[in-house]
């Protein structure tokens, strides 16, 4: 194996490895920041994640117009890894997967509950009476 061969594969080793982990994590912090709003926040998140998807066909182009060459190639994979990174560190400096106030919403009564602040009963069956 030539050296330039083993140094892509690791190149590309290290990619998915750093894509691999900020994934893990994201999927679980909406969940654990808020029950009640994880899949509003799961969109938040994956529609502002999917504009460099966007953005990075217009960046690999202006790296590529003098032709479609590794040499080209080269800056646009340096550029994705080095987001990768800076990202990933972002992630793990500045994020929380702590439950957030906001994310509580009001608690929910019962009946039972409703009956001993009102003048409505709850009956054997969770409906309600009035005293």
């Known amino acids: ?3 330039r061969f083993v140094k892509k594969r690791v190149q590309a080793l290290f990619i998915d490895i750093n894509n691999l982990f900020p994934k893990l994590g994201l999927n679980s912090t909406h969940g654990d920041m808020s029950t009640r709003y994880a899949g509003v926040l799961m969109g938040i998140t994956n529609g502002l994640g999917n504009i460099p998807g966007f953005l990075a066909t217009i960046v690999a182009g202006q790296f590529t117009k ?3 060459t590794v040499e080209n190639w080269a800056p646009v994979f340096y550029l994705s890894a080095a987001v ?3 990202t990933t560190l972002i992630y793990c400096f ?3 997967a702590e439950e957030q106030p ?3 919403g009001k608690p929910q009564t019962t009946a039972a509950a409703a009956a001993a602040t009102s003048d409505v009963e709850a009956d054997e069956y969770g409906g309600q009476t009035k005293k």
């Open 1 to 3: 194996m030539s050296p």
């Open 66 to 68: 003098n032709g479609d």
């Open 84 to 86: 990768f990174g800076v």
């Open 94 to 96: 500045f994020c929380t």
């Open 102 to 104: 906001w994310g509580r």
